[in-house]
Every structure is written in structure tokens, then in C-alpha cells.
């Protein structure tokens, strides 16, 4: 191992590299740090990902919304035209609002 390494460890953390139970150690702290970084990269990920569909709705709903105010369609071929889900169009429906 290299020589500052060595005395590093030696130092600040009363290891002795050239231990098997020391090495062992070294590696579970490098694997752990990797998983957590892992672990914190992916949430960030999913994080940005639902704000991105999130956002992408809202665009979806504002478009919708333009196209109704603007339009004497049915809100059912509106809806559809917009990509809308159905679970919209049916509680639209049971709210008793709208065309069908």
C-alpha cells in the first residue's frame, strides 16, 4: 500500500493496513459510501421524473382548458383530442357537469 496511505491510517485512525480485518473494514466503508451515493442519486432521479410528468399534466390540462374555452366540441372528443385520462372525463360525469 502506498507509504502516506499507510501512515494516514496509522495517524488519524490507529489502523494498520496490512491487517486483513483493516482492509475489510476500508472496503465496507467504500461499498456503503457507493449505496448511499446510489441510493441518493436514484431519489433525486425519481424526484425530477415526477416533476416532469407533473408538469407535462398541468401543460396537458392548461391545453385542455384553452380548447374548451375556445371551442363548442363535446368535452368527451376535447378530452380525447387532449390526451386526457378517462378517470377525468368520468369523474366529469358523475359531477354532472359537461357534455358526455
Known amino acids: ?4 496511505v499507510v ?9 494498520d493496513p496490512t491487517q486483513p480485518a483493516t482492509l475489510v473494514l476500508l472496503v465496507m ?11 441518493v442519486t436514484h431519489r433525486v432521479l425519481e424526484i425530477r421524473a ?3 410528468r407533473m408538469a407535462d399534466e398541468e401543460r396537458q390540462v392548461a ?4 380548447a374548451l374555452l ?5 368535452v368527451s372528443e376535447l378530452a380525447r383530442a387532449a390526451g386526457l385520462p378517462r378517470e377525468l372525463l368520468l369523474l366529469r360525469r358523475e359531477l354532472g357537469s359537461g357534455a358526455p
Open 7 to 15: 501512515e494516514w491510517l496509522g495517524r488519524h485512525l490507529a489502523l
Open 70 to 74: 375556445q371551442s363548442r366540441a363535446p
Open 29 to 39: 466503508a467504500v461499498v456503503l459510501v457507493g449505496l448511499l451515493a446510489y441510493l
Open 50 to 52: 415526477h416533476r416532469r
Open 1 to 4: 500500500m502506498n507509504a502516506p
Open 63 to 66: 391545453s385542455f382548458n384553452e
